[in-house]
């Protein structure tokens, strides 16, 4: 205390009002909690006890016979001495003297104490007396030793995180910013400090950014996807994350977490682009018109109002593929994608599901506006078309149907688009036509197919054929994929594209791809007892079959009827049987738990999405055949097909091609070094009879 703030006192000893002495000593003295002792100073440097409260009595260890003796008679040698340099210290200084001791108490435990040291001066600026208040501080030094500890863990998290941090007040002006952010911007710290993070921030993130800000002012942590802009105008996509900094229970500023996100966003929209678009003709795919199929069903349905599905192949494509060769056939692909995207109406939107089928969206379109957009498609193609110099004449036939009357489901409208098509080219091509509920009787060989489809397993109808898959780098077979086929009594052999679909859709395909696992596992057992003991097959797992809840338990019961190792099976899945995620990663990791082989077939052309490779227990992709018929001529389906390769083995998978028919095709697969393919140059698919004569070997 300052010379000017010391307690002038006339008579401590003889104050007007006894009761008030006494209430005054019964407050100061007995009730409150600090140690209080006041000593008389006298010549010579000594010091006499005048008053202790109880607590204080009780701390220095004296007894109230005590006051009155001289601080050298009370206490013992060294700790008197101890406590009279402090004491000279304040009339030496005529100032407030603090110091600590740390006293083992009865139990052992250290405790830390503040003693305050005052004097108490007469009227002639002298101090006559002194004295001493000391409290117990052990908790609150403790206190400031886990805070201490604390900002040093804190300023160490900060310095060296490897994500940018900025420290910015309520107005966003930065005041703290660690290397990383420097680094990742590519400014110093002095050309970042006290300015406005919105500096850095890309225009159309501003609102993002403001939001955020706001939110958290209020004391909501956020998070957020954004753009901001380092040195050179240099785009950088972050995903930041923001927390308010509060000191006494207010808000004074906002910490910036910032990751840089920029090369797995570029590498996403890559991959989201392969996903989405058609490789040849750069049109939206299959995946694409099924979720935005979704979100227009949704929106019309909000909106009440219609839309159009036209469902379009290119008349006797076929042919004119056969005839002209494939290269002539992309170009007719990919000029007839240029017409259709030149109609003069907003809002629509072109799909390549494959070969010669396209798909156009047409919302918010009345039946009439539909009919008059489809003639428009028509005289497009009244045009020839230059392939190599030379005039080509081609028709389209189109089928339709509308939302809501000709169906309420994706799959609804895209079957009765594609019924309308069917009766286009049984109607003689070249036009176009809408979907009535009377084509459903239309089809009377299909129904005659699904009544022998439902008994093609007790006719024992159904057989296994096996393609094998080759080593590249060494040439040895080892495993193979098993394809289901059907022979008939009335319809001879039926193709897997006529039957498999049907089965989808009546649910047979339940019933039949159980059969397949229990047949192909008794072919392995078979292959065993005769010596080959080291072979895998895979089997190919529909959609519906793989969202069965029990298909774990199949596949391990017919492992263990015939008595084979997990490892002796592979499950491919399409891309398509992950678009439920979560149904998908909880039926991947039951099949992965029993030791099953995951493979993912026709890879790049249906939900390829770097999140679910990431995600999923996936041991092998298979490049889909698209990509590989034309590795030699096409340098897009190079590069994919390269960087598929590249994407698998960095993250541990094996890669199969599929549809490998050229000598090129396998030179261009081994350079890149690809593991495994498959395709008619090595075999057909052949029985397993054939597979025992031709490829197998102990």
């Known amino acids: ?69 001289l601080l050298t008679e009370a206490l013992p040698k060294e700790h008197a001495k ?84 900025f420290s910015v007040n309520e107005k966003g002006r930065i005041l703290n910013v660690n290397p990383a952010s420097q680094e990742m911007f590519g400014y110093s710290e002095n050309e970042m400090l006290d300015r406005s993070i919105y500096d850095f921030v890309d225009r159309k993130s501003v609102s993002d950014i403001f939001r955020v800000m706001t939110n958290t002012l209020l004391g909501e942590p956020q998070t957020s996807d954004c753009i901001f802009i380092g040195n050179e105008e240099r785009k950088i996509n972050v995903q930041l994350k923001t927390v308010p900094i509060i000191v006494n229970e207010k808000i004074i500023g906002i910490y910036i977490i910032i990751r840089d996100l920029t090369e797995q966003w570029e590498n996403h929209e890559k991959m989201n682009f392969m996903a989405m678009h058609d490789h040849l003709t750069g049109l939206w795919n299959r995946r694409a018109l099924m979720e935005h199929l979704q979100m227009e069903i949704a929106n019309s349905k909000q909106k009440k109002r219609e839309f159009a599905l036209l469902y379009m192949d290119i008349d006797r494509f076929k042919y004119f593929n056969d005839t002209l060769g494939h290269q002539a056939g992309d170009v007719l692909l990919k000029q007839t994608a240029e017409r259709l995207g030149t109609l003069k109406l907003a809002n629509y939107r072109v799909y390549r599901l494959g070969g010669d089928e396209f798909v156009i969206l047409l919302p918010g379109h009345e039946k009439r506006e539909v009919n008059r957009f489809s003639q428009n498609i028509l005289a497009l193609f009244n045009i020839p078309f230059d392939i190599n110099g030379q005039d080509y004449y081609v028709t389209p036939s189109i089928g339709i149907s509308m939302f809501p009357a000709d169906g309420q489901d994706s799959e609804t409208l895209i079957k009765n688009a594609d019924g309308a098509l069917l009766q286009v080219k049984e109607k003689g091509k070249g036009h176009f036509r809408f979907y009535r509920s009377d084509m459903k009787d239309a089809f009377p060989n299909y129904i005659l197919m699904e009544a022998h489809l439902r008994k093609a397993i007790e006719m024992n109808e159904f057989v296994m054929h096996y393609q094998p898959q080759v080593n590249l780098k060494t040439g040895k077979i080892k495993t193979f994929e098993a394809l289901l086929r059907w022979q008939n009594r009335k319809f001879g052999n039926v193709p897997p594209s006529q039957f498999i679909p049907l089965a989808e859709e009546t649910g047979l395909i339940i019933p039949i791809g159980e059969w397949v696992i229990h047949s192909v596992c008794s072919q392995l057992a078979d292959w065993r007892n005769k010596g080959y003991k080291d072979i895998r097959v895979a089997i190919n797992i529909s959609p519906k079959q793989f969202l069965q809840t029990n298909l774990p338990e199949i596949i391990q019961k017919a492992l263990f009827m015939n008595q084979l190792p997990a490892s002796a099976l592979e499950i491919e899945i399409t891309e398509g049987a992950m678009e439920d995620t979560i149904a998908a990663l909880s039926m991947l990791h039951r099949l992965k738990k029993i030791g099953i082989i995951i493979s993912v077939d026709d890879f790049g052309t249906g939900y390829s999405s770097l999140n679910y490779l990431k995600r999923f227990p996936i041991d092998i992709l298979k490049i889909d055949q698209s990509f590989v018929r034309e590795i030699q001529v096409n340098e897009k389906d190079a590069a994919i097909t390269k960087t598929i390769i590249h994407l698998a083995h960095n993250l541990g998978m094996e890669v199969i091609a599929e549809g490998v028919e050229e000598e090129d095709q396998v030179q261009f697969l081994v350079s890149a070094q690809c593991q495994k393919a498959q395709g008619y140059y090595f075999s057909r698919p052949v029985s397993a009879k054939e597979i025992e004569q031709k490829v197998l070997y102990i």
Not at 24 to 46: A, P, R
Not at 98 to 114: A, P, T
Not at 148 to 159: F, G, H, K, N
């Open 1 to 69: 205390m300052n010379q000017k703030n010391n307690r002038q006192i006339n008579d401590m000893k003889h104050p007007e009002n006894l009761f008030e002495e006494k209430m005054v000593k019964d407050i100061f003295f007995t009730q409150i909690s600090d140690k209080i002792i006041i000593l008389k100073v006298e010549q010579g440097g000594k010091f006499r006890y005048v008053y202790a409260n109880e607590k204080g009595l009780e701390h220095a260890n004296l007894h109230k016979n005590d006051m009155g003796k």
């Open 82 to 165: 101890h406590l009279i340099h402090y004491y000279k210290e304040v009339i030496e200084t005529n100032d407030t003297v603090v110091f600590l001791d740390e006293i083992e108490i009865e139990n052992g435990e250290k405790r830390i104490f503040e003693s305050r040291l005052t004097g108490i001066t007469d009227k002639n600026n002298t101090i006559n007396y002194i004295v001493s208040v000391t409290r117990d501080i052990s908790y609150t030094a403790f206190e400031k030793k886990q805070l201490m500890e604390s900002t040093e863990i804190y300023q160490s998290l900060i310095i060296h995180n490897l994500d940018a941090i």
